[in-house]
C-alpha cells in the first residue's frame, strides 16, 4: 500500500488566488512528520514545511500553511495569494520513527501551474 | 556556502561506463541518502548511511556501491551503466534522531546514459 498519496497530478490556479494540494498518508507509528517540498523546473528539492504528528496546531511558514487532520490522516498544503515562481511539483513526504527515520517516503507530487 | 553539494551536475556517458557521483554536506548531518528521480518524477530512497554505516540499501542492483569515507560524504559510483539508469539523482542528509528532523537535499546529477 502506499505510504503517501497525492491525488492530483496537476492543477492550475489564478495568481493571486490560493490553492490547496491534498496529501493522504498511511501509518500505524504514533510518532512521525510530514513535509512537503517544491521542485521547481530547475530542479532543485526546496523545502517548505514541517508538521509532526504531535504538533496542535497547523504549521504555517510564510504563504504556505499545512492543513492537518490526524484523523483523516491528511497533510494538505495551502499556498496563499499564489504567484508565477511557484508553479512547480510539490511532493508531500513523511518520515517515520524508529527504524523508519532514516527515509522520507514520497507521494507522487503535484503539478501547479499559476496562470497569469 | 551549500549546504548539500553534489557533483557533476550532469554527466552523459555510453552504456557500459563506470561514473561516480560525489556527494558532500556541511551541515554537520549524521546521516546522508541517495535518492532517485524517474522520468515520471517519482522519487525513491536508495541508499541511507548513518554515521558511515549502510543503514537501507533498497533493492537497488548491486552496480551502484555508495561510498562514505566520512560523515561529510557519501559518493554513488555506477558500474556498467545501463540505459535505464539514466534519471536524476539526489544526495541528502539530515540528522536522524527524531522523525521531525529536515531532509536537506543537494541540487541533484542528471544522469544520461545512451
Keep these: 500500500a502506499q505510504k503517501?498519496?497525492?491525488?492530483?497530478?496537476?492543477?492550475?490556479?489564478?495568481?493571486?488566488?490560493?490553492?490547496?494540494?491534498?496529501?493522504?498518508?498511511?501509518?500505524?507509528?504514533?510518532?512521525?512528520?510530514?513535509?512537503?517540498?517544491?521542485q521547481p523546473s530547475s530542479g532543485e528539492m526546496i523545502f517548505l514545511i514541517y508538521q509532526g504528528s504531535y504538533d496542535q496546531q497547523?504549521?504555517?511558514?510564510?504563504?504556505?500553511?499545512?492543513?492537518?487532520?490526524?484523523?483523516?490522516k491528511s497533510a494538505n498544503l495551502v499556498i496563499s495569494a499564489s504567484q508565477l515562481g511557484d508553479s512547480a511539483m510539490y511532493f508531500c513526504a513523511m518520515r517515520e520513527s524508529g527504524a523508519g527515520s532514516y527515509q522520507l517516503t514520497f507521494g507522487k507530487g503535484t503539478k501547479l501551474s499559476v496562470i497569469p | 556556502d551549500t549546504a548539500v553539494?553534489?557533483?557533476?551536475?550532469?554527466?552523459?556517458?555510453?552504456?557500459?561506463?563506470?561514473?561516480?557521483?560525489?556527494?558532500?554536506?556541511?551541515?554537520?548531518?549524521?546521516?546522508?541518502y541517495w535518492y532517485k528521480q524517474d522520468s515520471k518524477k517519482f522519487l525513491k530512497i536508495m541508499f541511507s548511511y548513518n554515521n558511515k554505516e549502510l543503514i537501507i540499501n533498497?533493492?537497488?542492483?548491486?552496480?551502484?556501491?555508495?561510498?562514505?569515507?566520512?560523515?561529510?560524504?557519501?559518493?554513488?559510483?555506477?558500474?556498467?551503466?545501463?540505459?535505464?539508469?539514466?534519471?536524476?539523482y539526489f544526495c541528502a542528509s539530515s540528522q536522524v534522531d527524531l522523525a521531525g528532523n529536515t531532509i536537506y537535499f543537494g541540487e541533484g546529477s542528471w544522469l544520461t546514459v545512451v
Design chain 2, 58 to 88: 533498497e533493492t537497488v542492483p548491486n552496480r551502484f556501491s555508495p561510498k562514505s569515507p566520512d560523515k561529510a560524504h557519501l559518493n554513488l559510483h555506477i558500474n556498467s551503466l545501463e540505459l535505464g539508469d539514466s534519471a536524476v
Design chain 2, 5 to 32: 553539494s553534489q557533483t557533476p551536475k550532469y554527466l552523459v556517458t555510453q552504456m557500459g561506463n563506470d561514473k561516480s557521483i560525489k556527494c558532500e554536506q556541511n551541515l554537520g548531518h549524521d546521516t546522508m
Design chain 1, 58 to 72: 497547523n504549521a504555517t511558514e510564510g504563504r504556505y500553511s499545512l492543513n492537518f487532520q490526524k484523523a483523516r
Design chain 1, 4 to 38: 503517501i498519496t497525492q491525488t492530483q497530478p496537476g492543477m492550475f490556479v489564478q495568481e493571486k488566488e490560493a490553492v490547496t494540494l491534498d496529501c493522504t498518508y498511511d501509518t500505524s507509528d504514533p510518532s512521525y512528520g510530514l513535509f512537503w517540498y517544491k
